[in-house]
């Protein structure tokens, strides 16, 4: 089984400055990594997945990701932010090579201020 | 190319009643699946399916249930509706299971209220 720990509930955040959201899974086999953003009253729309390859993957937005396997972790991080990045962000993991159930974390807000 | 369609977006409902939830996946995808979405517990599976066959499911008592018609459109029923089944209902559609990278697309959900 696998789990997905995000231990940041909320993140609150001045425009236009960096931020990171972190992301530890528990998995015994290889997985894949995802994360993806809420807009307030709307689904779920993929910001960027590690499959294999390059450690470190560009998503949409700006925003990218690193996968680092002896830290077990994906954090999600963002140079500048800006107020339309306001969201939740969830980070989600798939056994490698399975069909779709994924495993979500629960969440975390991302707050940005003027 | 259009994206997963859920309908109805928003419905209320009355303890004891049942409900049937309609997902249209992007055209060419075959797997589809079900999640539920509550402040609660968060965002849990509930199944999938892929040719008419569910391949996949999660912990949730029998009056979830769920079918796919064979233009991949799917269908999720929950019966004897109780309080603590209101929630966020999504669906979500991939080109095809057994190969986990492929991205998996949400629709925009069904918000179900039960009171």
């Known amino acids: ?10 993140v609150p955040v001045f425009e236009e400055a960096p931020v990171e959201l972190r992301c530890n899974y528990s998995s015994s086999v290889s997985v894949y990594l995802f994360w993806y953003v809420q807009y307030p009253n709307q ?4 910001l960027l997945k590690y499959l294999s390859g390059s450690t470190l993957v560009k998503g949409i937005n ?9 830290q077990t972790s994906f954090h999600l ?9 306001t969201a939740e962000y969830f980070c989600a993991v798939i056994p ?10 629960t969440g975390t807000r991302l707050q940005v201020t003027l | 190319k259009a994206g997963v369609t859920q309908t109805p977006r928003y419905l209320i409902k009355t303890r004891g009643q049942q409900v049937t939830l309609s997902c249209s996946p992007i055209s060419g995808h075959r797997s589809v699946s079900w999640y539920q979405q509550t402040p609660g517990q968060g965002l849990q599976f509930l199944f999938e399916y892929f040719s008419e066959t569910q391949r996949n499911k999660g912990n949730f008592p029998g009056r979830f249930s769920g079918r ?5 459109r799917s269908e999720m029923n929950v019966s004897t509706l109780e309080l603590g089944d209101s929630a966020l209902y999504l669906c979500a559609s991939s ?4 190969v986990g990278g492929n991205t998996i697309y949400f629709g925009e959900g069904s918000w179900l209220t039960v009171v």
Do not use: C, M, W, Y
């Not at chain 1, 089984?1 to 909320?10: E, F, G, I, P, R």
């Not at chain 1, 925003?63 to 002896?70: G, I, P, T």
């Not at chain 2, 080109?95 to 057994?98: A, E, N, R």
């Open chain 2, 95 to 98: 080109p095809q299971v057994g």
């Open chain 1, 96 to 105: 490698a090579g399975t069909a779709s159930k994924l495993t979500f974390g």
């Open chain 1, 62 to 70: 700006g925003f990218e990701a690193e996968f680092n396997k002896s």
């Open chain 1, 43 to 46: 689904g779920l729309q993929l």
């Open chain 2, 68 to 72: 796919q018609f064979s233009n991949s």
């Open chain 1, 77 to 85: 991080r963002k140079p500048s932010v800006h107020i339309s990045d």
């Open chain 1, 1 to 10: 089984a696998q789990s997905v720990t995000q231990l940041d509930s909320q």
